[in-house]
């Protein structure tokens, strides 16, 4: 069989046996929204100026460049309510680096920062004046957040929801932890991410998602939340509001029926493509793997495409790897209060069990080579290599956009 496979701007053909091939794996197709979308904005607007009554100060927390949430759905007919109060628009980073003028004005939209850029704070992760302590969570996290918090009288909080690898989904209490969070803070809560049920769609035990409902919950200003559920092709397909906890608990409901894909058995190899914007960098390009893992045998291997125009992104993980002589030295050993330790760890205990190939445009050779990861030039030399390495008996899954779905082997 061959087929196209394209990512940024480049397009690969790609051939493989018919004899190989299980399936071409692709998202859920919801094209008709689960909920009346314009009845649900026109409704939640008007509980929010309701929300309002009364403030004078807002704080409107937005996702950053790495998720393709729809903020200017919900902003733009916010606006009007928003001008007649000092509001603040703060992109939650994490401990991601600054937007570019051109990343801001796709999180917004044109006429929305054209609106609002003079009123735009990016978050800081690794300044401490921009930090306020307030507490200790029961995992013994010391909670630090942005201090914007306490000039706010009302916050509102925009999200998507979507599966995420260790924290079982984003949005909700991510708009706090990591979004607005100092890096001490974001370290010792991501350190929580070796727990086994700290995976793609669980929430129940998963010490990660306990902790940051633990630090949203110390937020004492009261919140109206805005949870998105989108397509893949990044249409609102339901959006759930109100009180931040309920909201995203509805919220996993929907983003489960959209990303879970049913598989009758695993693979001996999954060829996994990233798109834009999970596609930026090396450090968010780990998604594709953790996505894949559900239906990969052990000693499988997995194929990570990924243009990485961003080059690594955060690149603390790569310098605690590539100081290993073997993987045992983080799996091993306890979990240190060190950026980066946290991913090195999880990826470290992920390739005892399977084999991680790359395609990487944006990333050097030897860059990957010094994290155990093994790079190629192209998709189908990758595949080669891995059919060759597998046996001529080997199974093939093909994921051409695998930010946009799990498969769930049932």
Request: glycine letters at 6%.
């Amino acid at each position: 069989m061959r087929f196209s496979l394209r990512y940024y701007v480049k397009e690969e053909i790609v051939f493989i046996p018919d004899e190989n091939l299980l399936e071409v794996l692709t998202p859920q197709q919801f094209m008709t929204p689960f909920v009346d979308i314009v009845r649900s904005i026109d409704e939640a607007v008007k509980q929010t100026v309701e929300f309002l009554k009364g403030s004078v100060r807002t704080l409107v927390l937005i996702n950053d460049y790495t998720r393709p949430t729809c903020n200017e759905a919900i902003l733009k007919p916010l606006l009007p309510e928003l001008t007649k109060r000092d509001t603040k628009y703060m992109i939650c980073l994490g401990s991601h680096r600054k937007a570019k003028e051109e990343e801001l004005k796709r999180i917004l939209g044109q006429d929305v920062y054209e609106e609002i850029k003079d009123k735009i704070v990016q978050h800081n992760a690794y300044e401490p004046a921009q930090l306020v302590f307030l507490g200790k969570t029961g995992f013994g996290t010391e909670v630090e957040l942005n201090r914007e918090l306490l000039w706010a009288d009302r916050i509102i909080a925009i999200n998507s929801v979507e599966p995420h690898y260790f924290a079982g989904y984003t949005g909700g209490r991510k708009s706090f932890l990591p979004g607005i969070a100092g890096i001490k803070t974001i370290t010792n809560n991501h350190n929580l991410l070796l727990h086994p049920a700290s995976a793609p769609f669980s929430l129940k035990d998963n010490p990660v998602h306990r902790d940051m409902n633990e630090a949203a919950r110390m937020v004492s200003k009261p919140i109206f939340s805005f949870q998105l559920i989108q397509n893949p092709q990044h249409n609102l397909l339901a959006i759930r509001y109100g009180d931040l906890f309920s909201s995203f608990e509805q919220a996993c409901i929907d983003a489960y029926r959209v990303y879970a894909v049913p598989v009758e058995k695993r693979a001996d190899i999954i060829l996994s493509v990233l798109q834009h914007p999970y596609d930026i960098n090396f450090y968010q390009s780990q998604r594709a793997v953790e996505f894949a893992l559900s239906a990969l045998k052990p000693g499988g291997i997995q194929i990570t495409v990924s243009a990485c125009y961003d080059g690594v992104g955060n690149d603390e993980f790569i310098s605690m790897l590539s100081k290993c002589e073997s993987l045992n030295e983080l799996t091993d050993g306890k979990p240190q209060d060190i950026p980066g330790w946290y991913k090195s760890a999880r990826l470290a205990r992920i390739m005892q069990n399977y084999h991680l190939f790359t395609v990487m445009p944006g990333v050097k050779d030897e860059i990957i080579k010094s994290v155990f990861m093994h790079p190629f030039s192209s998709a189908q030399s990758a595949l080669a290599a891995a059919l060759s390495q597998l046996g001529k008996n080997a199974t093939v899954y093909i994921i051409p956009d695998a930010g946009s779905l799990i498969p769930i082997v049932h």
